[in-house]
């Protein structure tokens, strides 16, 4: 007797493995709007129409998708991505993504995106698409790649704070929405940092003590530290990150206690910056009597721009602050030098 569709051990028939395009883009973590879209101008379809043409998605369908999805979040443009995906030409056999020419990790990209990035590195692009997508795998994989290709500095500059930024735009002037973006970029961001973060004895001795890193009262936007201070740990430099809204009297204990070589203020929000409380910090002695020593203040941040600061330490990049601390830059009581910018945190 022949088998009947509803036997146990029956092969299901294409409608039951075909999956509807909301299925898919749940999936996939895209719009149903941007699967069908993808459809109409480059082809990436399902090669089998459901009743009443509605889209139905074999598992061959979807696995050109996720190659299209992955190849985009890699900064790929789609019309391209869309070639390589339908043809295999990837590089990298079925659903792989392409081997970067040399040279090409600098080509700047201007294409038309979700979000409002400019002239960018081709890798905000990328990473900027898998956020939008809520694609945290490949969000993590694309952070990786920057600085380990590009070293912390050159991956925090050109590719995190361009991308936090576009992002911190879009949500600014779209409600609430991408906020879930923005938390998802924020956290992958400060987790790739930290990977990069490892503690750091103090040199003992007579030495100078470790590098204090803190926002001012008020200030909840850690990012900019949180660079610094695997910067700070890459090049062998002791610090103590305190991070997001310090009180006035911690940092004031902290600073007696530990007997920092320097203490960087950070402050996004010019409403946070407090030259009183820069001066109080720098003013802040230990040591025994006779030879009390006190700290280098660094100003780090917009919020300190045009702000009276006079003899504080105010490097302009986060390179110039690496230098700065590991004791290659500027001596104290100089004056010299412009807002020191770890790179602004996301808007």
């Not at 999936?27 to 993808?38: E, I, K, Q």
């Not at 509605?54 to 391209?80: F, I, K, N, Y």
């Not at 490949?138 to 995190?160: I, P």
């Not at 030495?207 to 008020?218: D, K, Q, S």
């Amino acid at each position: 007797m022949a088998p009947t569709a509803d036997r146990a051990g029956s092969r299901p028939g294409p409608d039951e493995t075909a999956l509807t395009t909301g299925a898919v883009a749940r999936r996939l973590g895209v719009s149903p709007t941007t699967l069908r879209s993808w459809d109409r101008r480059y082809g990436i379809g399902p090669q089998a129409r459901g009743t009443g043409r509605h889209r139905r998605w074999s598992p061959r369908d979807v696995a050109v998708l996720e190659s299209m999805c992955r190849l985009t979040s890699q900064g790929v443009p789609p019309a391209e991505a869309a070639r390589a995906a339908r043809a295999g030409e990837d590089g990298a056999g079925a659903g792989g993504a392409p081997a970067p020419e040399p040279g090409a990790a600098t080509v700047r990209s201007r294409a038309a995106g979700a979000l409002p990035l400019g002239d960018v590195r081709q890798e905000c692009r990328g990473l900027a698409r898998a956020a939008v997508r809520l694609d945290a795998p490949a969000v993590e994989d694309l952070l990786t790649a920057a600085v380990e290709e590009h070293g912390l500095v050159v991956a925090w500059q050109e590719v995190m704070v361009p991308t936090l930024h576009a992002v911190g735009r879009k949500w600014a002037s779209s409600g609430d929405r991408y906020v879930e973006v923005e938390h998802l970029l924020s956290w992958h961001v400060s987790t790739e940092l930290r990977r990069r973060t490892r503690p750091v004895p103090p040199y003992g001795g007579l030495a100078p003590g470790p590098v204090i890193l803190a926002c001012v009262p008020g200030e909840q936007h850690t990012l900019p530290l949180e660079a610094l201070h695997a910067g700070l740990c890459q090049l062998g430099v002791p610090a103590r990150m305190f991070g997001a809204a310090v009180p006035a009297e911690a940092l004031t204990a902290a600073v007696r206690r530990l007997g920092p070589s320097a203490v960087v203020l950070w402050a996004q929000a010019r409403s946070a910056a407090s030259p009183a409380l820069a001066r109080h910090v720098a003013a802040a002695e230990w040591g025994v009597k006779g030879a009390r020593r006190q700290p280098r203040v660094v100003l780090g941040g917009p919020g300190w721009a045009g702000r009276s600061a006079p003899g504080l330490l105010r490097p302009p990049s986060l390179q110039e602050a690496l230098r700065l601390l590991a004791g290659t830059g500027t001596e104290p009581g100089t004056g010299t030098g412009a807002v020191v910018s770890p790179g602004p945190g996301p808007v």
